[in-house]
């Protein structure tokens, strides 16, 4: 793949990006305003889901193990 199409394809994103969210009619500082902040929310949603996703599969597991049968590690066998 060449240089030419991959910055084509990402200018074509970025297109797409400014059509879905209508921020092609705002001025330069709302636009600059607007992409800061939608950035922010998306850091802000993969750092959540970084760290709380897994405790949450976790917690889950060990409930649905507990519902279905499974002995927990430090149970004694009669």
């Not at 793949?1 to 969210?21: A, H, I, N, P």
């Not at 709302?30 to 750092?47: D, G, K, N, P, R």
């Amino acid at each position: 793949m060449d240089v030419k199409r991959v910055k084509d394809y990402l200018y074509w994103l970025y297109y797409q990006y400014q059509l879905v969210t209508c921020s092609y009619v705002l001025e330069p500082w709302e636009q600059s305003m607007f992409h800061t902040i939608t950035v922010t929310v998306l850091a802000m949603v993969v750092y959540t889901a970084y760290v709380f996703v897994p405790i949450h599969v976790r917690l889950a597991l060990q409930f649905f193990s507990q519902i279905f049968g499974s002995q927990p590690e430090g149970a004694v066998l009669n």
